[in-house]
């Protein structure tokens, strides 16, 4: 692999905040996926196998079905339902690792109470533009995931061989979903040496696939192929697509949170084309429509989510939201596509 990710500096300052904290928790972005559970308990399990502590892994809300599985995910606590005692031990907390986020804006209501906590605080973090308030800042937007950067620091501190399948199979899930099993945002050739080395630990990569990927409703399937049908419109011309899913959706096809995980990348088996946008109302909110987008190539998904969608991201796989109607973010995917006409052709 490439160069150490911290200095020898930051290592042993990172070994020694470690040492002497009591009690260290880890969290995330708001709505968990893959990688973001992923490495919380993988970072978790270094923590408890070659420091001998007991960190406490903290989410700010409910994450998909389909990572219920994952090791010691059991043990997860959620902000939304334990607010109470979630605020008083990150206000009590020694040390707090922040893991895939890269602006405590992105833990939502835990923003708060993760900002005002006296502990120290460590980011790792692939994100660009880091705003988080640190000791120790592990970015580097060029990973694939956050998982890979939680296993070269793990390697670097010389943790690697004491650790087993409970931390190589959340470093694997989550390499695998923030990459699309592979297929975007991996052309480095330290991704394959990182899956050789978590192979050596007995994983099982295959059913770590299907259990991400192989472990819907079979409602999850009609809704795919109503949204597909129904709600996916092609603009043939810029070589783009979107779709949108309403309430009345999500409903009718007993929505559960994850459904819509990877129908924003199907429209891309188009020929051609280069861009998809998904557009998805909020269960529960008004007027607050959330976005994907997924790209071929070199088009910038990043770029369109920070300057249209008040969001942000990869090149090829970016987020966002709205705060409008569905209608309303149907226009402004118009105006995004005509703004970056001239990439998409």
């Known amino acids: 692999m490439e160069k150490n990710l911290i200095s020898a500096a930051e290592q042993e300052q990172l070994e020694q905040l470690i040492r002497q ?70 206000a009590h907390c020694d040390l707090i690792f922040c893991l895939d986020f890269n602006a405590a804006s992105r833990t939502a209501d835990m923003e708060a109470s993760l900002t005002a906590s006296p502990a120290q605080k460590v980011l790792i973090d692939h994100h660009l533009d880091p705003q988080v308030q640190c000791a120790i800042s592990v970015s580097h937007p060029e990973a694939s995931s956050t998982c890979e950067l939680v296993f070269r620091l793990a390697c670097q501190l010389g943790c690697f061989e004491q650790l087993g399948r409970h931390f190589a199979v959340p470093v694997y899930c989550g390499m695998m979903t923030d990459t699309g099993a592979f297929t975007y945002n991996s052309d480095s050739a330290d991704v394959y040496f990182i899956i050789a080395q978590l192979l050596t630990k007995r994983i099982n990569k295959d059913k770590i696939y299907r259990n991400v990927y192989h472990n819907y409703s079979e409602h999850r399937l009609r809704l795919m192929g109503f949204v597909m049908y129904q709600r996916l419109v092609v603009d043939s011309a810029r070589h783009a697509s979107y779709f949108t899913i309403t309430r009345d959706d999500m409903r009718r096809f007993n929505f559960v949170k994850g459904d ?53 991201g990869h090149l090829n796989a970016s987020g966002g939201r709205l705060y409008c109607s569905l209608d309303e973010a149907v226009k402004v995917v118009g105006q995004a596509m005509q703004a970056f006409e001239g990439m998409l052709k």
């Open 21 to 90: 904290s009591g009690d260290i928790v880890l969290c995330c972005h708001q709505n968990p996926d893959g990688d973001a559970l992923g490495s919380c308990l993988a970072w978790a399990e270094v923590l408890k196998t070659c420091y001998q502590k007991e960190p406490q892994v903290i989410v700010p809300d409910q994450y998909p079905d389909y990572l219920q599985w994952l090791p010691n995910s059991d043990k997860i606590i959620r902000y939304d339902k334990h607010r109470e005692g979630c605020d008083f031990v990150l």
């Open 260 to 312: 819509a995980e990877g129908l924003v990348n199907m429209p891309l088996q188009i020929k051609g084309h280069r861009l998809s946008i998904s557009l998805r109302e909020d269960t529960e909110r008004d007027n607050l429509v959330w976005v994907s987008l997924r790209s071929v190539d070199q088009f910038p998904c990043n770029e369109m989510a920070a300057r249209f969608f008040n969001g942000g």
